[in-house]
DNA sequence: AATATTGTTCAGCA
DNA sequence: GTGCTGAACAATAT
């Protein structure tokens, strides 16, 4: 879907909010109101409770109209009862091409369009997931999703509240898609590096003032790497993502940047400025 | 050729 | 119930 990455950007680009965000809107202006006339499983262990004949004939014949993404979720209504469900594990990725020839390498699910029109569900890793879904908010709920951090209702003293009900690492209860679904390591590593808080720190010992600092740079860091991203930016200069390399230099002061494993992940921080 | 990587889920343990 | 660790999944780069 990306074409020419910026450089910092070339080797990182795991499907975490902003990037899912980025498919929606990918989706949105190439794929939708096009009338479906077939489906193609090149690999259907991608396929989430639903085989490929069953998404031939949900979906054949029938057009994409809207998008709705929750977390790293995203859902495409079709112009019939049921919407398409896409999880983009560590390696998922869209592609919307006229010419077969342009076919991904790993394509794994190929949406073929009325006209020349193709959107190709691509993933190399297999990790990600295409399936169907009645009901989105189900769906949310039957796989335990908590708040998308973006939603405006969900307010940084909602946040604090969550927060303050659990116990152990804060890198391990943000990573959590049950409690906050959007997330994943680089995004938690970042707002815990701009926020200047430890990732091993227990959430018992930061204070109200911390937590909705934390919780206001990840949102910062999320609408921004959004709207870099759309202008076809990578991720700006001073940001932990461009530096996540042991003995690299803090891009914020004077420390080196170290790696450790935090709640099972590779994990990069500044021991200087982050307590 | 062995190792690290990456998100999610689940089993096992304190 | 809660939190933590490690395994499993797949395929690639180093």
Redesign the pocket.
């Known amino acids: 879907m990306t074409g020419a990455a910026p450089d910092d950007d070339r080797k990182?680009r795991?499907?975490?909010l902003p990037e899912v965000e980025i498919y929606k809107r990918y989706v949105d202006r190439h794929a939708l109101n096009q009338k479906i006339v077939s489906i193609s499983v090149h690999?259907a262990?991608i396929l989430s409770a639903v085989t490929g004949r069953g998404l031939h004939k949900s979906l054949s014949g029938s057009r994409f109209l809207e998008t709705f993404r929750h977390?790293?979720h995203l859902f495409v209504r079709s112009s019939r009862p049921v919407w398409l469900h896409l999880?983009f594990?560590?390696?998922g990725d869209l592609a919307y091409y006229k010419s077969p020839a342009a076919t991904p390498r790993?394509a794994r699910v190929i949406f073929h369009f009325a006209g020349e029109g193709h959107l190709a569900y691509e993933d190399?890793?297999?990790?990600g997931r295409v399936g169907l879904s009645r009901d989105p908010q189900k769906t949310i709920r039957e796989?335990r999703l908590g708040v998308d951090p973006l939603d405006p209702d969900f307010r940084e003293k909602d946040f604090v509240e969550l927060m303050k009900k659990?116990?152990?690492?804060i890198k391990?209860l943000l990573?959590r898609?049950d409690l906050i679904a959007g997330m994943?390591?680089?995004y938690v590593d970042e707002a815990l590096f701009q926020a200047g808080i430890l990732p091993r720190r227990?959430v018992q010992t930061l204070s109200d003032k911390q937590l909705e600092k934390l919780f206001t740079r990840a949102r910062a860091i999320l609408t921004s790497s959004i709207r870099r991203k759309s202008q076809g930016r990578g991720n700006p200069p001073g940001s932990l993502i461009r530096h996540?390399a042991q003995g690299d230099e803090c891009p914020r002061c004077r420390g080196m940047i170290e790696?450790d494993?935090v709640?099972?992940?590779?994990t990069y921080y500044c021991h200087d400025h982050q307590g």
Not at 124 to 127: D, E, G, K, V
Not at 166 to 169: C, E, I, K, Q, V
Not at 263 to 266: K, W
């Open positions: 990182i795991m499907p975490e690999d262990r977390g790293k999880h594990g560590m390696s790993f190399m890793r297999l990790f796989r659990r116990r152990g690492a391990a990573m898609q994943g390591n680089l227990n996540r790696r494993v709640a099972g992940r590779t």
